[in-house]
């Protein structure tokens, strides 16, 4: 994995953590919203190899692909997970996949989270999250 | 081709599909609650037919797509079965129940489709067997219990800005779990590639028995206590319960608290029995501490509480606790404890709330100082909530003294004694304070003023139906409890024995 990227991610996970530390509503916000980029920044760190080509994994229903690429748990090859020792010339699409999926709950959430700061600030007339202490629970 | 091979795809495909058809019928309310009522009736039935179904056949694996162990499989064993049973009776019974209770206005415009978004949230995140799409389910339950949380009540008992404080506050705390949960979902595919949870444990199980294990997988396995502990309100992790739970409307409440909670402790029994299998001796002794500090936190917390439904909610914490050292101790009859806890919890915390619903509709106030002597106009509820208070103490002859005597034999016969004698002693805790709301709310002297406000409420008889019904489960259990006790021994060995799991999805030529 790059140092760049790694650097990249953690930077970012520290900003926002530290900006969820805040008082101030939209900043708490900003901050889980960096925060979602930087988990999905580390998600697709996870699949990225020296390669362009994708994996294609063995079946036995479709016509065998020029990239075939099998598990072999006794080797301690998990599909497509390698070794160091072993070069590989794929990368891995299934986490673009799965980061697609994440960022669009990350959208629902981050809209719903907007809204619900709106009405708080009707409710409460400040942003201060110090201030929303009704319930005392 | 048979039509009923696919009940479990229907499970949460219907209520999907109806969560559409509710925003088309909202011009109509009465169609919306019929039509919400058939379709909770049919879930029932297709849970009950599912759950007869992998009790006669064994696990049940279903492809969708025919990826095979590369798409998202869908899994019903006894676990997952009957846990779908149990929220499918909680939900009917809560839908009944909120027809009369939620004000109009929240349920002609988001309250029925957001329920059935709910209900398919739990069928999934019980029912699915690959981590991306627990996530994903997750969040489903996430947002639409947030949706809920908002909505009203007829009795305008909880002002708009304490929900929103409270869903703030269980927002926030859920989002920034579900994320830990994307960090060790990301390192577990890296080191594993895979999503799907029997082929996990297949390979870890290789790596244990090749002592090839890397050693950041035990922190990224300590990261799910985060994620499930949040979602269960285990210690240190329960802040956000004792605000969202009460200020949620009732049937809410009572979702919230009788299943959702429970979608944790599923999520551990799911990944230390299935996929670290092999390592569960670095986390019993986690799992059992955290559970007696939740006891300890959660009894003591409720003793003091003046609100009826805030008493219930840390409760409900406390109660989860008795859960999760049946979950650590880890034999046989201490799963099969955990789960009867674990479901008599579920029938009992959502009758208390209903039960609490119903006196908050009536009563218009949820401080229990101010009121008092209820038993005089209204004897059904006082019966009830002895009902339930008896359930959830633990006394015969109801379904709480099974679920408590059976956690505590098996603690004694399993050599747990410290924790055992813990329990024991914080289950007076529970007595004392529950017995303390029911004499405060029914006893003493009559409070004049209670009766004066503008809009009373008449409790109607489907709101009284549904907790009839939980009473009469909770008395068959109680006197009659051998059948559930087979059933969650059988679940407890098939979850010990996680290689009939494996087997049913991943078929041995693949390997």
Request: charged share 15%; glycine share 8%.
């Amino acid at each position: 994995m790059d140092t760049f990227l790694l650097l990249t991610i953690s930077i970012l996970f520290g900003i926002g953590t530290f900006l969820i530390l805040r008082r101030d509503i939209i900043k708490m916000i900003i901050g889980v919203v960096i925060l979602c980029h930087s988990v999905h920044m580390m998600i697709v760190s996870v699949g990225a190899f020296d390669g362009i080509k994708a994996p294609i994994i063995e079946s036995s229903k479709y016509p065998q692909p020029e990239y075939i690429f099998k598990d072999s748990i006794s080797e301690g090859i998990f599909a497509p997970v390698v070794p160091e020792s072993v070069s590989v010339i794929y990368m891995d699409p299934l986490v673009q996949a799965l980061v697609l999926t994440a960022i669009v709950i990350n959208l629902a959430i981050t809209a719903f989270l907007l809204i619900l700061a709106y009405r708080i600030y009707e409710e409460y007339g400040t942003m201060d999250a110090d201030e929303l202490r009704r319930l005392r629970g | 081709m048979n039509i009923l091979e696919h009940t479990i795809v229907f499970m949460i495909a219907i209520p999907f599909l109806v969560a559409s058809l509710m925003i088309l019928t909202r011009p109509f309310p009465e169609i919306q609650k019929k039509l919400n009522v058939l379709v909770s009736i049919v879930l029932l039935i297709l849970s009950v037919y599912l759950f007869s179904q992998v009790w006669q056949n064994g696990i049940i694996a279903y492809d969708i797509g025919d990826w095979g162990k590369y798409g998202i499989v869908l899994v019903a064993d006894l676990l997952s079965a009957s846990m779908v049973l149990l929220s499918s009776i909680i939900t009917f019974l809560a839908l009944l129940f909120s027809l009369d209770y939620i004000d109009d206005k929240s349920q002609n415009t988001t309250y029925h489709s957001l329920y059935n978004l709910l209900i398919a949230g739990l069928n999934g995140t019980f029912l699915t067997g690959d981590l991306f799409n627990l996530f994903v389910f997750f969040e489903i339950l996430l947002i639409a219990s947030c949706g809920l949380l908002i909505a009203n009540e007829k009795v305008e008992i909880t002002p708009s800005s304490h929900k929103m404080e409270a869903v703030y506050k269980y927002l926030i705390l859920n989002i920034i779990a579900t994320l830990f949960m994307l960090v060790a979902i990301a390192s577990l595919y890296g080191t594993l590639g895979t999503l799907n949870m029997a082929d996990m444990a297949l390979r870890i199980g290789y790596m244990n028995e090749n002592g090839t294990l890397p050693w950041h997988l035990i922190p990224t396995a300590l990261l799910f206590i985060v994620v499930f502990g949040n979602k269960a309100a285990i210690f240190p992790l329960h802040f956000w319960l004792p605000d969202a739970h009460p200020t949620a409307p009732s049937p809410i409440s009572a979702i919230l608290s009788g299943i959702l909670i429970k979608v944790g402790a599923y999520g551990f029994i799911r990944f230390y029995y299935l996929i670290f299998e092999g390592n569960l001796e670095i986390f019993q002794p986690i799992i059992i501490f955290l559970g007696l500090a939740t006891i300890i936190i959660g009894s003591i917390s409720a003793v003091g509480q003046d609100d009826i439904k805030k008493v219930l909610a840390y409760h409900s914490i406390g109660q989860i606790g008795y859960v999760f050292i049946g979950i650590g101790m880890g034999t046989v009859y201490a799963l099969a404890a955990a789960l009867i806890y674990l479901i008599n919890h579920a029938i009992s915390k959502s009758m208390l709330f209903l039960v609490s619903g119903c006196i908050v509709h009536k009563i218009g106030t949820r401080d229990m100082r101010k009121i008092g002597g209820l038993s005089s106009t209204e004897p059904f509820l006082g019966l009830m909530f002895l009902v339930g208070i008896m359930s959830i103490s633990g006394l015969p002859p109801t379904s709480g003294f099974i679920a408590k005597f059976v956690l505590f034999d098996a603690g004694i016969s399993g050599g747990f004694y410290i924790p055992i004698l813990i329990a024991v002693i914080f289950s007076l805790f529970t007595l004392f304070s529950m017995f303390k709301s029911w004499q405060r709310i029914f006893w003493g002297e009559i409070k004049d003023n209670i009766f004066e406000k503008e809009n009373i409420h008449q409790n109607s008889k489907t709101m009284l139906s549904s907790l009839v019904i939980m009473t009469v489960i909770i008395f068959v259990i109680g006197l009659y409890a051998e059948p559930l006790i087979a059933i969650t021994l059988e679940t407890a060995e098939q979850i010990l024995d996680p290689q009939l799991y494996i087997d049913a999805i991943i078929p041995g030529e693949v390997r």
